[in-house]
């Protein structure tokens, strides 16, 4: 065939760019489709007429007018009851109804920092999917999602369990000195605009179990196996550092410990990335092929435990692009 053959790392770039742009050019996310699909028809036409420069550049064009709808619309569109519309810089007290979308995960906390506030020191989250907001005396329907962050013990839930959250909820952390961290906009990316404090784990119900056979659920069983199978061959200074580098599990590690990682510029150590994969990847071809499979079921059989790793660790960017 003499049609030209567009690697997929150009598309990708052509993805990006069209969200770029549409982070800068402030068009409806409509006009961005109507964009994307009049490019697609002009690229169809040109494609008949066997042009074929013209039809690759017209493609490109149409893949990043997508890209930039679709980013305009998981930006900017939420719906008029979503919980984050409730938020604001002072905290207030709120009843939710929701399930669990990330299992609770400690927060590392530096115990001997004296800037730490008490009530800080021990303290987890998770990302909840709200359903319904308690008014008065009556729950109504709502949506959205917010970070539920709980003092003192972890809350005994699971992914996909069905709760009753009490406690006061505001907007995430805005910036107030150049340089820090965007709280706000990094839990926007994840469509959450709203943060709910909770002062003790005696704070959250839990009105339904999650079910068995659900994907997140299964993972976090085997995420948590994982761990105290490293726990128990690893030595205890280790074990956390060992679990980070494995499973992803960077909470665990003291907060101490996180902070040299970080001074001394090797902070990407404990993300997973590339090299994990790639290390997997290779170690288990070769075991494959010891045990006399062709190279093409091999090859097969690496796809898929490379793509169950990807999921078991979150399919964090790195993972997901090795």
């Keep these: 065939s003499d049609r030209p053959n567009i690697p997929m790392v150009v598309v990708a770039m052509s993805l990006c760019c069209g969200v770029l742009v549409g982070r800068i050019v402030l068009l409806p996310w409509g006009v961005w489709w109507l964009m994307a699909t009049g490019a697609l028809g002009l690229w169809y036409g040109v494609f008949q007429q066997r042009r074929n420069h013209h039809e690759v550049a017209l493609l490109l064009v149409s893949i990043g007018c997508m890209g930039a709808a679709w980013d305009v619309m998981r930006w900017r569109l939420f719906e008029t009851n979503d919980i984050g519309w409730m938020a604001s810089d002072t905290p207030s007290p709120i009843a939710i109804e929701a399930r669990v979308r990330t299992a609770p995960r ?49 809350p005994a839930v699971e992914v996909g369990s069905l709760i009753q959250i009490f406690g006061r909820i505001l907007q995430p952390q805005e910036v107030f000195n150049p340089g820090e961290y965007n709280f706000r906009e990094r839990a926007r990316t994840q469509r959450s605009l709203a943060i709910v404090r909770c002062h003790a784990a005696s704070c959250i119900v839990e009105k339904q179990s999650a079910s068995f056979w659900t994907l997140a659920g299964m993972l976090e069983k085997v995420r948590r196996w994982g761990t105290s199978v490293i726990n128990q061959h690893v030595a205890l200074d280790r074990a956390p550092l060992a679990s980070a580098l494995l499973l992803g599990s960077r909470e665990s590690i003291p907060r101490e410990d996180t902070e040299v990682f970080l001074v001394t510029g090797t902070i990407h150590i404990l993300s997973i990335s590339g090299l994990h994969v790639g290390i997997l990847a290779c170690a288990l071809f070769r075991l494959f092929q010891m045990g006399a499979l062709p190279r093409t079921g091999a090859l097969a059989a690496v796809s898929l435990c490379t793509g169950a790793y990807m999921l078991l660790v979150g399919a964090e960017p790195p993972v997901i692009r090795a």
């Design 106 to 154: 400690n927060l590392p906390t530096n115990q001997n920092d004296p800037l730490s506030g008490e009530g800080m020191r021990d303290s987890s989250d998770m990302l909840v999917e709200v359903i319904k907001v308690r008014h008065k005396n009556q729950w109504i329907d709502s949506a959205g999602r917010a970070t539920v962050i709980v003092n003192g013990q972890k």
